[in-house]
């Protein structure tokens, strides 16, 4: 669908009007990232995320293909093939640095997308499945992080195979098992290795596809913007070309700025020096960590420390984990309130600010702070108030908050007055 | 019907939280051990590659590498560096071969197919000293020397930690930690290890190999070889190993940035000009 004053297609050019005839793929593009898309006019800089992680993923696919070209998945060589990749192969370094910080990158850059589509409410009617599906990539993303994390193949790689499989593990009766199907044998080592990179490959390529999705899914009722008002008319939008491809254009280039002084001048920040140690069965490094954007879920799940009734702790903790994202999918359905944007929401935009983002980053902090206290009981505390936002506060706040007045259309907040309201009003 | 359900699925797990936040408020206890109050952080240790523009300081890798040679390489290996690595260095070729030479690498008898040493040659990598883990072990009071290509990027602050843990052996029965703490009896290392706080556990099993000022004769117009200024220089020599390529990275860093700068001015300018009219309140 699209809206009616939208631009049409139409090309000038004999070939291009073959073309259209044939295969509309330029019209596809036309109407999809061209003159053919209506956006929202006031959309803000948290806006541009989207268009920021699609450029990670064609990083990552990209530095990622190229990398594979000279990897090797085997126990015994992989750890010793990425050193020679960062030795040997031409600009080899810079390719798995990219890749490295480019997975780190395009976390950063989703977790900005997430939250911007918490605060303003993204996933609510029309754009629930906009959502569930961009929870799916979100899914895929993690896993594929954590695969291609156990390809360099050194002590975190390994530690952290063992551990996140073994969470599988705490499952009743079939964990077990179940484990030991995933890995391929009792422990991580080449069967799982294999597997993992070939994985790691595949998903992006599933990501992919979901992206597509997320973004017809997303054209369907046009973007969604600030003032969480849908758009009325004309005068409320702005051709996604050029005025959206210039908007994301510039901030793409500041974002690679930032992207670029790390990979050139602080590679290994986000890194850990463990995994410069080729991986040993045979030693448990001092304390196993994830990578940094797992922290804050490696948080809730080392949050259960006692058994809970009949329920193990650490089945507690894989269900809360693994429940801590899930949730996720059931927002348009908990956040009933008819007002979308927290920028008219006084309640809602409170526990936001004072509770999710504070909480969120005390998870963060604790998921990446050895197992031991005051860690663990704060993120005790800041995984009590994930689970009270999402499931207890979100749903009773929508049912008791009164919000703000709205403006009449994106037109008025823009420019303060529109004319189409006057209209209304007189009519 | 999707609050009250969401609200009882809330309510589990924050009561699962509660529970477990009770047991540890009860139990409470900040962790506490010997080796938190003994153990200490790095040194500083300012080397001409840090930095944004860092480069080797090509005279301070040759002296390092001379220590290598010279002290570590009896039971470090350093298996993923090769000699023809070392024109980086500043060594030319017939250099380069000489070095080479020096070191019996494991080969291949040609007319007989038998195992046997040889002198090396460019291509070769560094030997490891020990033919096996179980070798390194035995030699080693079941210690293995772990390689140390990579050993600056596999510890935090890497070279200040490597130069820290040569230069910071203390003996355990009159030292005292920055609180004026002595080190417990218990707590000493057993006979076979050494104390050093910069090492985790603070009880290291290899014995101080840097002891005495001039252990190695540094080339004419080099600084005098005291134990800090070699541990600096091997620590120096490490932060190549471990990243051969360091300075070619920050050299390409700048223009990166500099063009991606301009990219950007260009384009914010770009997105200035196509917004006019519609930032226009009228």
């Known amino acids: 669908m699209s809206f009616p004053w939208a631009n049409e297609y139409k090309p000038s050019h004999p070939f291009m009007q073959w073309m259209d005839e044939k295969l509309p793929v330029p019209r596809l593009v036309y109407n999809a990232v061209g003159a053919g898309y209506p956006v929202p006019r006031n959309l803000n800089y948290f806006w541009n995320f989207g268009f920021m992680a699609l450029a990670c993923l064609g990083i990552q696919i990209v530095t990622g293909i190229i990398l594979a070209m000279h990897y090797a998945a085997n126990g015994g060589v992989a750890f010793d093939s990425v050193e020679h990749i960062m030795r040997d192969v031409n600009w080899g370094w810079l390719m798995r640095y990219a890749h490295a910080n480019g997975a780190s990158a395009f976390f950063v850059v989703i977790y900005v997308h997430i939250f911007r589509g918490f605060f303003y409410s993204s996933y609510k009617a029309p754009r629930e499945m906009v959502w569930l599906l961009g929870v799916v990539i979100f899914l895929l993303m993690m896993a594929t992080g954590f695969l291609g994390y156990v390809l360099p193949w050194g002590q975190m790689s390994f530690w952290g195979a063992k551990v996140i499989t073994g969470l599988f593990g705490a499952i009743p009766l079939v964990g077990e098992p179940l484990q030991q199907w995933l890995l391929g044998g009792f422990a991580p080592d080449n069967a799982a290795l294999n597997r993992f990179f070939s994985l790691h490959y595949l998903l992006p390529f599933v990501i992919v596809g979901v992206v597509v999705l997320h973004i017809w899914a997303l054209h369907i009722p046009g973007s969604s913007n600030p003032t969480g008002v849908e758009i009325k008319t004309e005068s409320d939008t702005v051709p996604f070309y050029p005025y959206f491809i210039a908007k994301d254009g510039w901030t793409l280039g500041v974002f690679l700025f930032v992207f670029c002084a790390v990979l050139f001048f602080a590679p290994n920040m986000l890194g850990h020096p463990d995994n410069y140690i080729p991986a040993n069965p045979m030693s448990t490094p001092a304390h196993i960590v994830p990578e940094w954007y797992f922290w804050p879920f490696y948080a809730i799940l080392r949050a259960f420390t006692v058994n809970f009734f009949f329920i193990p702790a650490k089945l507690m903790g894989v269900m809360a984990m693994f429940g801590s994202i899930l949730v996720w999918f059931f927002l348009p359905w908990l956040d009933k309130s008819p007002v979308r944007s927290g920028a008219y929401r006084p309640l809602f935009r409170k526990f936001f600010w004072f509770g999710l983002i504070p909480a969120m980053l005390v998870l963060f902090y604790c998921g990446g702070a050895p197992a031991e206290e005051p860690y663990v009981v704060l993120s005790q505390i800041a995984a009590l108030y994930y689970f009270a936002h999402f499931l207890i506060i979100l749903p009773l706040v929508s049912a008791v908050e009164k919000p703000e007045p709205l403006p009449y259309s994106i037109t008025e907040a823009v420019l303060g007055h529109d004319e189409n309201a006057k209209l209304a009003n007189a009519g | ?282």
């Open chain 2, 1 to 282: 019907m999707a609050r009250i359900l969401s609200i009882l699925v809330g309510l589990f797990f924050t009561a699962g939280l509660t529970w477990s936040l009770l047991v540890g408020l009860f139990n409470f206890e900040m962790p506490h051990s010997v080796e938190k109050d003994f153990h200490k952080h790095p040194k500083e240790l300012h080397l001409s590659s840090d930095g944004a523009f860092g480069k080797f300081d090509r005279q301070q890798l040759q002296r390092g590498f001379q220590v290598y040679k010279e002290v570590c390489s009896a039971c470090h290996s350093l298996r993923l560096v090769a000699f023809r690595d070392l024109a980086a260095l500043g060594y030319n070729e017939a250099e380069v071969k000489a070095i080479a030479k020096g070191f019996q690498v494991p080969g291949i008898d040609p007319a007989t197919g038998e195992v046997n040493s040889r002198p090396g040659i460019a291509t070769d990598y560094f030997p490891k000293p020990f033919a096996n883990d179980i070798a390194a072990r035995a030699a080693n009071n079941n210690a293995i020397p772990p390689d140390l290509s990579l050993m600056t990027k596999a510890r935090h602050d890497g070279p200040a930690y490597v130069y820290s843990l040569l230069t910071g052996y203390a003996d355990p029965a009159t030292y005292k930690n920055e609180q004026g703490k002595a080190l417990p009896k218990e707590n000493y290392p057993p006979a076979t290890g050494h104390f050093n706080p910069y090492f985790a556990n603070l009880n290291l099993a290899m014995a101080p190999p840097l002891t005495s000022e001039g252990q190695v004769q540094y080339g004419e117009g080099s600084p005098k070889p005291t134990v800090d200024q070699m541990a600096r220089d091997v620590a120096a020599f490490l932060v190549w190993t471990a990243e051969p390529k360091l300075e070619k990275r920050k050299q390409t860093g700048w223009p990166v940035l500099g063009f991606l700068l301009f990219a950007t001015i260009l384009g914010f300018l770009a997105f200035k000009n196509v917004w006019a009219d519609k930032k226009k309140k009228a």
